[in-house]
């Protein structure tokens, strides 16, 4: 398939359920644009569009996680940033997503503490 007619359908399947999340796409275009592209060929060697900006263990249960949108299983943690960790998705009141901190998973956990 044309990798742009895909990059539309994932758009399409993907932003009704980032959108009941309170989340939206990014404002910066290049971002989403160049992250979908990155789903689309790890869709195609992978089977599915996992995370372009996370590791896959091999574990099926820890990757599965890993899915797009994978923000029902990392919420809590993403909207501490008000963004999922690539940042494709921000919360719907972001403008700008620049000023957004990226708060890796182990200072989460911390900051809980
Ligand atoms: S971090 Fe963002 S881009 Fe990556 S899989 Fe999760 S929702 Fe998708």
Redesign the pocket.
């Known amino acids: 398939m044309d990798p742009e007619v895909r990059k539309e359908q994932l758009k399409e399947m993907?932003l009704p359920l980032?959108d009941s999340l309170g989340?939206k796409l990014s404002p910066d275009s290049e971002i989403v644009d160049f992250?979908f592209e990155q789903?689309v060929q790890i869709e195609k060697e992978k089977g599915s569009?996992?995370?372009?900006?996370?590791g896959l263990s091999g574990e099926r249960e820890h990757d599965m996680k890993?899915?797009?949108?994978?923000?029902p299983f990392?919420r809590e943690h993403?909207d501490a940033m008000k963004?999922?960790?690539?940042?494709?998705?921000v919360h719907k009141d972001v403008e700008d997503p620049d000023l957004l901190p990226q708060i890796s998973l182990k200072e989460f956990k911390m900051s809980k503490k």
């Open positions: 993907f980032v989340y992250l789903e569009p996992f995370c372009p900006c996370q890993l899915v797009c949108p994978c923000i990392h993403y963004r999922c960790w690539c940042g494709l998705y």
